[in-house]
């Protein structure tokens, strides 16, 4: 671990901007030169304040830094952690942004609502744990519900959220409020910035059937969602099992130039 402790040319600044964006810079290198990978740990922020020879005030703004761009993340009383990946981050040009049920309803002018079955805080599964963040067995929101669009039935809705980011989504009453609006209201704000989506065929159970009103005929459209807040962090597990008769997704493809 062999760092440079030549960073500063003058107080708080490092050639003529803020310090803690060299030492960005300079742990991003770090991580890359050490081969720390995905969810590998960082030194504790006192040992990288003694490598780097800066003040741990300066280490935690590069860090904080490097977690809006979702090369790190901060588990509580765990120390920092190197992100599986850097996350893409919504364009302000563009406006675009993760949407959720409650989003397109009011976009397309259509009236949304929900029969919620299932709300309750339990402890998340090791499959939950590595896709969260989240040590296994921590506190998880588990939310199930019927979602309606002008009183026809849609999807059958099964979300898991980490408690920790929201604390209050027990007390909220998810037959008519909107989780998104919760997440992005919350303090600190948790805005669904960008998401990891799949979409799967498959024939409906005899549970889809029932709740979804439909037969073995009509094929299940199940979208599996991962959803990131504007920090990069992983926040939202949801499976979503649409009437495919109900349901069309559109997407704009690019060559990335």
Not at 60 to 72: H, I, K, M, N, Y
Not at 140 to 148: G, I, K, P, S, T
Request: glycine share 8%; proline share 7%.
């Amino acid at each position: 671990m062999a760092l440079s402790r030549t960073l500063a040319s003058g107080p708080g600044s490092a050639g003529g901007r803020p310090l803690h964006d060299a030492v960005a810079e300079r742990l991003a290198e770090f991580v890359r030169s050490e081969g720390i990978g995905p969810d590998g740990r960082l030194p504790a922020e006192r040992r990288l304040s003694d490598l780097f020879a800066v003040s741990r005030v300066t280490v935690r703004q590069a860090l904080t830094a490097l977690e809006d761009q979702g090369v790190v993340y901060r588990s509580p009383s765990r120390g920092w952690f190197v992100s599986g990946q850097q996350r893409p981050r919504p364009s302000s040009a563009t406006g675009h942004r993760v949407e959720g049920f409650a989003d397109y309803a009011r976009t397309h002018g259509l009236k949304a609502h929900a029969r919620v079955l299932t709300s309750q805080v339990r402890a998340c599964t090791v499959q939950e744990a590595e896709l969260l963040h989240m040590a296994p067995g921590a506190p998880v929101f588990e939310l199930r519900r019927l979602r309606y669009l002008d009183d026809l039935v849609i999807a059958l809705e099964h979300n898991r959220l980490v408690l920790g980011l929201c604390p209050n989504l027990p007390e909220i009453d998810f037959g008519t409020a909107s989780l998104y609006a919760t997440l992005r209201a919350a303090d600190p704000p948790q805005v669904p910035a960008a998401a990891e989506y799949s979409v799967e065929a498959r024939a409906p159970s005899a549970e889809e059937m029932t709740l979804l009103e439909t037969d073995a005929s009509v094929p299940m459209l199940v979208a599996t969602q991962l959803t990131y807040n504007q920090r990069g962090r992983p926040i939202e597990l949801t499976v979503q099992s649409y009437r495919g008769d109900r349901y069309r997704f559109q997407a704009t493809i690019t060559d990335g130039s």
